[in-house]
């Protein structure tokens, strides 16, 4: 499905503009036997195809999650909240209040929805016992109950305890069951009796406990916030047999209106699919180099072998050209050493001079050991000396020295990677004898 596609764009667009010139050199290099616009093209068109892959599942993918994410709002016409049909489920849903006549900031914050309740009948509760840390427990970040400003963490379970809990304090206004303490309208430090309810199977245990809260400065800006989320709570409370809830319109005199802030993270994903592409599309490229420095290398390891048989074959008394065609089908040159012979034996057969054919073949290879061997060759075909022998036997020599230095070099590499796992080999082995002699101290 994607190569057709491919196959169309490539088709109907002229995509021979996005082309590099680097890549096209490359690539020429890479296939000498094989016409230039068509291996780019094919080039282009298995990188787009690849692209393509990834891109787009990647994007369906994103769009899809992109939609489950998205809900129906929980705020609608009216200012009415919809409650949650299902006790065990829970909605929280994100609010931005407005004064109406723009002279408070606008309030931005999270409250839970509650479910629509069922009678006490149908509820059947299970509290749990716990006495010994309690006043660890619910703390939080205060630093005693004896001096409480932030919230308690009263909760419905903690961990370790197989049980639940409710909580209550007198007088009830100070401390909600959630653990906010309201100590924003307070003037001086106040006592409350925090109480927890708990039950264990049919067992049911309460113990009581003295909190002293102090009071807490509260900014202009927490104050209004403070008061519509109270007037909000009110409404729930009031509203709660109900299937939706009637959110205040007034709050301390001031007409406020409501809009609804959903929250999601999906757009997220569809980095992921475009970031990819893009690597996958620069990584082909860098492939392509790798691609190109390995022939480069291979053609450079096979030129002392090259000029060795050249010597020998000159020195059997044939001609240059006569040589160069015979080399051209040694095939234990190796493949990019043997194409480039073979494409400069072409160019002779289709009536370029040895000598431009010759010049070719040394710009083609990119490699300064071919130029000057090439150079070597031109300069003999063009003032005619004999000393071309002499001057090859000496290049065939230092090229020996070449291959003596490319084979040390291999030796080093191939040390160098094997590193690595002699010395993971060293840890296991250290593992190996300390381990035991450690545990058999201990003993």
Not at 36 to 53: G, I, Q
Not at 259 to 287: H, M, N, R
Request: net charge neutral; glycine share 6%; with cysteine.
């Amino acid at each position: 499905m994607f190569q057709k596609l491919v196959d169309i764009i490539f088709t109907r667009l002229p995509m021979e503009k996005m082309y590099s010139e680097k890549v096209r050199a490359q690539l020429r290099f890479l296939y000498p036997m094989q016409e230039e616009n068509n291996v780019c093209r094919d080039y282009y068109k298995a990188k787009t195809a690849l692209v393509m892959k990834i891109l787009i599942p990647g994007m369906l993918l994103a769009v899809a999650i992109f939609y489950s994410e998205k809900s129906e709002p929980l705020l609608q016409p009216g200012n009415f909240i919809s409650r949650a049909e299902a006790v065990s489920e829970n909605r929280e849903v994100m609010l931005r209040v407005k004064d109406t006549e723009g002279i408070l900031e606008d309030v931005i914050f999270s409250y839970p929805v509650g479910e629509q309740r069922c009678t006490p009948e149908e509820i059947e509760r299970k509290v749990t016992q716990f006495k010994g840390e309690c006043a660890k427990l619910i703390q939080g970040e205060n630093v005693s109950l004896e001096q409480v400003k932030a919230p308690l963490i009263l909760r419905d379970s903690y961990e370790g305890y197989p049980m639940s809990f409710s909580w209550e304090s007198n007088p009830y206004t100070l401390i909600d069951e959630d653990g906010n303490v309201n100590n924003g309208e307070l003037s001086e430090k106040q006592y409350a009796e925090l109480t927890v309810c708990m039950n264990y199977g049919e067992t049911e245990y309460e113990y009581s406990f003295p909190v002293c809260v102090y009071p807490k400065d509260l900014t202009p800006a927490r104050a209004w916030e403070k008061a519509i989320i109270q007037e909000v709570k009110k409404a729930d409370e009031e509203q709660q047999y109900t299937g939706s809830v009637a959110l205040p319109e007034v709050v301390e005199g001031k007409k406020i209106v409501y809009s609804e802030i959903k929250k999601t993270g999906a757009w997220y994903w569809f980095l992921f699919p475009v970031a990819a592409a893009i690597l996958v599309f620069v990584a082909k490229d860098k492939d392509l180099i790798k691609l190109t420095d390995h022939r480069k290398r291979a053609m450079e390891l096979k030129y002392p072998e090259f000029v060795s048989k050249f010597v020998l074959l000159l020195g059997a008394g044939m001609s240059v050209r006569g040589v160069l065609f015979k080399l051209s089908l040694d095939r234990s040159l190796g493949e990019e050493l043997g194409q480039e012979l073979q494409l400069l034996v072409r160019d002779i057969k289709n009536g370029i001079s040895v000598k431009d054919a010759l010049d070719r073949f040394g710009k083609r290879s990119q490699n300064p050991l071919y130029m000057k061997f090439s150079a070597l060759l031109i300069q003999n075909i063009k003032k005619g000396t004999g000393d071309l022998f002499p001057m090859l036997e000496k290049e065939a020599g230092e090229a020996f020295l070449l291959r003596k230095n490319h084979a040390k070099q291999l030796g080093e590499e191939a040390g160098t990677k094997l590193l690595g796992p002699m010395m993971l080999q060293l840890v296991i082995v250290m593992a190996v004898i300390i381990v035991p002699a450690f545990l058999s101290f201990q003993l």
